[in-house]
């Protein structure tokens, strides 16, 4: 069983919205940062967004600042990623990921290679 579990996603026409979540089902990451990351078979896993474990600091990629909000329900042990004004290029399947460590720079946030726990994904589909 991955420690990660994604769910929200669907197919959505462009310009509407998904709200998709992170749960922990294996061990607990409610101090962990948190990353969102898409992959389209044969490319390469793109970064999405970050939290810290406290939810304190955020970071985004270009290509979704102002249109999507990543936060965080520690109490839940949940991760949450807000998609709104969504474009037919932000289809792809939708996974999340935990650091060990409780912050990563800005830096650090957007490399896969920083993430130790990963989820399956959950497919997002945005129709033109």
């Known amino acids: 069983q991955a420690p990660l579990d994604e769910s929200g996603g669907g197919l959505v026409q462009a310009g509407g919205s998904l709200r998709l979540s992170c749960a922990a089902s294996t061990r607990t990451f409610s101090t962990n940062h948190v990353g969102w990351f898409r992959h389209i078979p044969g490319k390469a896993r793109e970064f999405v967004a970050a939290?810290?474990?406290?939810?304190?600091?955020?970071y985004y990629s270009d290509s979704v600042k102002g249109r999507f909000t990543i936060s965080r329900d520690n109490a839940k042990d949940t991760v949450y990623l807000q998609m709104n004004s969504l474009k037919p290029e932000d289809t792809a399947a939708y996974l999340c990921?935990?650091?060990?460590?409780?912050?990563?720079?800005?830096?650090?946030?957007?490399?896969?290679?920083?993430?130790?726990?990963w989820g399956q994904g959950t497919q997002v589909t945005v129709s033109s």
């Open positions: 939290i810290t474990g406290s939810g304190s600091s955020t």
């Open positions: 990921a935990a650091s060990p460590y409780r912050s990563l720079s800005s830096d650090y946030s957007s490399d896969p290679r920083r993430y130790t726990y």
